[in-house]
């Protein structure tokens, strides 16, 4: 299964609104749970219902810091960034995650660095979006294959996972907000990742096995 993901200009819409939402839900909302520990510690005996609206506030938080990753225009900052660095400070801010569920990083890097023009920490977002994907769909573990390719004028950054796989039907709903797989997954992940990767020029290409693994390439134009 392969497909060739396009940005849709609905994204660009997608993340002024949210940016806005999500501050103004955000505060609220941690008013809320303040004052909701403070009462749970008066009301023992109806602990469970406090475990259930507690969880579904950190969901709503959850949902909320992501969509608040997506496009703020103003505090984009794009200079050369070796493609190699942004690699291995991702990798090491997701060691303990992956340790803890028995994942393997394979990072080839090779002698030459190819550097590409970016927002550091928007890239670094994209590169954690997809190794954490590549984490969760190996449930019993397994290998994070990650590899740059110095393509002419083109860097190719390749990661590749030996997870559960996707479906074609499921291959093209990829990066529209909200769809997901997981119980407890917001489904931005890839909606911020593709945004990112589009507002920086660049493509995505997934290509998939059911019950094989996933590979993702990202290619940009070299800084
Ligand atoms: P979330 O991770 O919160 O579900 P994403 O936008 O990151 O949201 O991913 C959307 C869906 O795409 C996932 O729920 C999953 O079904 C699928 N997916 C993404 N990456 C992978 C992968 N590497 N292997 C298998 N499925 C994946
Ligand atoms: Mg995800």
Known sequence: AEALMLQSEKLTVA?????????????????IKGFFKLLEREMEEK????????SELSRIELILSELLLLAKPHQVYVHPVSVHS???D????????????????DLKLKAKTPTIKCDENQMKQVFIN???????????????YIDTEDAGDEVVV????????????????????????K???TGLGLMITFNIIKNHHGTVNVTSEVNEGTQIEVRFQKA
């Open 15 to 31: 993340g002024q609104l949210a940016a806005g939402i999500a501050h103004e839900i955000r505060n609220p909302l941690t008013a």
């Open 47 to 54: 602990k469970e219902y406090f475990h259930i609206i507690e």
């Open 86 to 88: 942004l690699l291995k």
């Open 90 to 105: 991702v990798t090491t801010l997701l060691e303990t995650q992956a340790i803890m569920n028995n994942v393997w990083f």
């Open 130 to 144: 997809l190794i954490k994907n590549g984490i969760e769909a190996m449930p019993s573990g397994g290998t994070i």
């Open 158 to 181: 390749t990661f590749r996972d030996e997870g559960t796989g996707i479906s074609e039907d499921i291959i093209k709903r990829l990066g529209e907000p909200f769809f997901t797989t």
């Open 183 to 185: 119980t407890t997954g």
